[in-house]
């Protein structure tokens, strides 16, 4: 049960059990009203959210981790960031839940129950890398509007699901088919009913990867509500976006879709360099696909103070869209040179990779300590900003944290 119908149906006992202490007036509260300490809830109690998690926004909801919170090798829920463009649903049935297959280029128009999902089509398993194309905004200059998510909009956690292949090759797919749209119950923030927060999608050859799960599990449990429960599609190495929450439709579309937050400069840059604050026409603008290659060092957190004689071990994740890390990189001479260091295989396609380093210092001062990967197409990361573009996108600038040694 949401906690607003919570307060709405609870008695007076339940009510004060929920603040702690009783509720002495409680007789003569107006009916309707919330008492202030319910008004503000407390968005990590609320999500279950790490206490270091930033919240960079409260309407809607957007909560980023700090690179030290995102350590673990599958993300838990408490260390994900959360990124809404609406509001977060409620009074979800999953019993009475459907997903639609619709659009003018599916065969057979159908919908599955979420139990029919589950029992008609093989579960698959998968870690997958989703990163906000966002991530890194806050560093452009001139600043761009929307979220200023610093490093924390990237997670990696396990999706247990069916492929989103398998169910649309059992609507049909018309040879026509060229991308995919999908639809949620998530509110615009107007309320306005006929308006859709965002309704994003991807190219066909995308949506029929192996990978490309509609997904009912997070982390092998059911999705947390914030994160898509009861059914989400996600689409790993792609602009989080596309990985659309709360979902009971998907268009096969004979178009590129052309839903909310497709069209214009939403998740689109300049399809050439631009110069930093040009203007860009929308015309000029493409979608985002595959994200860049990019990394983290979740330990030690940025800051750390060490002994003089101590070596210092780092280490962290590293990722690149759709395709792999092929080598890593850390310098502690601000970029002048670089040593490679170890990084591992992926879990499975699309899942981030694991670096470690052992770090020496010549002698006590301060130091920072980047790393930059490499991916198959040896691309590597820029040491500071990448090319500016208006909305502040895939700023994939080398990682760096800050060490004293005394
Ligand atoms: N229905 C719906 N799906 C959505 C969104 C949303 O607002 N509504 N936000 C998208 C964006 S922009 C991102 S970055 C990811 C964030 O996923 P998370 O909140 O689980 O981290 O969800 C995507 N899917
Ligand atoms: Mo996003």
New binding site residues.
């Given amino acids: 049960m949401k906690r607003r119908d919570f307060v709405k149906k609870a008695t007076l006992s339940s009510f004060a059990s929920l603040i702690g202490a009783d509720l002495v007036f409680g007789s003569k509260m107006l009916k309707g009203y919330t008492p202030l300490a319910l008004q503000d809830p407390d968005p990590f109690k609320l999500f279950n959210k790490h206490k270091d998690m930033v919240v960079l926004n409260d309407k809607p909801w957007n909560i980023e981790a700090q690179a030290h919170l995102l350590d673990d090798k599958i993300t838990p829920n408490s260390c994900?960031?959360?990124?809404?463009?609406?509001l977060v649903p409620e009074d979800i049935d999953p019993k009475t839940w459907t997903l639609t297959i619709d659009g003018e280029s599916v065969k057979n128009k159908t919908s599955y129950t979420l139990s029919e999902l589950k029992s008609k089509f093989q579960q698959h398993t998968y870690q997958l890398t989703?990163e906000?194309g966002g991530n890194g905004r806050a560093e452009f200059d001139p600043p761009a509007k929307g979220n200023q998510w610093t490093v924390g909009?990237v997670?990696c956690a396990s999706w247990t699901g069916v492929r989103l292949r398998d169910v649309l090759e059992d609507a049909g797919i018309k040879n026509n088919a060229v991308y995919i749209g999908y639809h949620?119950i998530?509110k615009h923030l107007s309320m306005d009913p006929n308006k859709e927060?965002?309704s994003r999608g991807c190219p066909i050859n995308k949506a029929l990867q192996d990978e490309t799960l509609l997904a009912f599990k997070m982390n092998g449990e059911d999705i947390p509500l914030?994160?898509?429960y009861p059914l989400r599609l996600v689409a790993g190495g792609w602009?989080?976006?596309v990985?659309?929450?709360?979902?009971n439709r998907i268009s096969i579309r004979n178009k590129v879709h052309d839903g909310t937050k497709m069209t214009g400069t939403a998740y689109r840059v300049p399809c050439e360099p631009v110069a930093p604050g040009d203007k860009v026409k929308d015309e000029d603008m493409c979608i985002i696909e595959s994200m860049p290659v990019k990394s983290i060092i979740t330990y030690p957190k940025t800051g750390a103070i060490i002994k003089k004689e101590k070596s210092l071990n780092i280490r962290g994740h590293a990722w690149a869209g759709e395709l792999e890390v092929a080598k890593m990189e850390y310098s502690i001479d601000f970029g002048a040179t670089w040593n490679t260091c170890p990084v591992e295989k992926p879990k499975n396609r699309l899942a981030w990779q694991h670096f470690s380093a052992t770090v020496n210092f010549p002698k006590p001062g301060y130091y920072e300590v980047w790393a930059r990967a490499t991916d198959t197409n040896g691309i590597a990361q820029p040491m500071l900003l990448p090319g500016w573009n208006p909305k502040g996108y895939l700023n994939n600038a080398c990682h760096r944290i800050a060490i004293k040694v005394t």
């Fill in positions: 994900m960031f959360i990124r809404n463009n609406g989703l906000c909009a997670h949620a998530d927060p965002i914030v994160h898509g602009p989080a976006s990985s659309g929450k709360w979902i």
